[in-house]
């Protein structure tokens, strides 16, 4: 994989580009503020991005806007976003489009080379990558409206693993249910929220979407 890093720390940054390296990934860039993202994303052929939320020159949201920014010009582009904190919105504002690719990590996932790089493979390829923490708050919250009240508590779990990035067999490990009655699962989710069907991917993260948007 090609993939570019936005981070302004520089040892978490050089620290992202060796443990990508290590895992047999090239780097194409490597950048540390807002608009060297944004010029990164838009000027390098990329398979992926890992882009730290908050980045200068003022250290609010700069990462975040590149992404989307980038994303509006080059639909779908795979983004991976790093976070200190939890904030949901975050990861539903890249997911409004409608299209996959997009993970959103806390940075403390960092520090597991296995799961971070998982997360970094699975949005390359098209797919969502939530936080587990993400997830979990987002299940706490009160909904105003609510999409998902029509969904049993074993459908909600299948929906929450799918937040995160799970494929169908994953799920069902975790689950420990076969890979045939997640499937069915997932297909009802996708009846009950009324996805019509087409591509299985685009289900997946149109599916995630509603699940963001219900706990707003």
Not at 69 to 88: F, N
């Amino acid at each position: 994989m090609r993939v570019v890093v936005a981070e302004d720390l520089f040892l978490l940054r050089e620290g992202l580009v060796r443990l990508i390296e290590a895992h047999g990934h090239s780097v194409v860039a490597a950048v540390d503020n807002g608009p060297g993202a944004l010029e990164a994303l838009l000027g390098n052929k990329l398979d992926v991005a890992v882009v730290d939320v908050r980045l200068p020159p003022t250290f609010s949201d700069e990462g975040l806007q590149a992404a989307l920014a980038a994303r509006r010009e080059v639909p779908g582009l795979p983004v991976l976003i790093l976070s200190q904190h939890v904030e949901q919105l975050y990861a539903r504002e890249l997911l409004a489009d409608g299209h996959g690719g997009v993970g959103y990590q806390l940075k403390d996932r960092v520090l597991d080379a296995a799961q971070f790089m998982g997360a970094v493979e699975r949005v390359a390829g098209g797919g969502t990558a939530l936080d587990p923490t993400v997830v979990a708050k987002l299940l706490g919250r009160p909904r105003h409206t609510d999409p998902l009240g029509t969904l049993t508590e074993r459908e909600l779990s299948v929906l929450a693993l799918m937040a995160e990035g799970f494929s169908n067999a994953a799920i069902a490990a975790r689950l420990f249910l076969s890979e045939g009655a997640i499937s069915k699962y997932t297909t009802t989710i996708f009846a009950k929220l009324g996805l019509a069907a087409d591509d299985d991917t685009n289900r997946r993260v149109r599916a995630v979407l509603t699940y963001l948007g219900a706990a707003r």
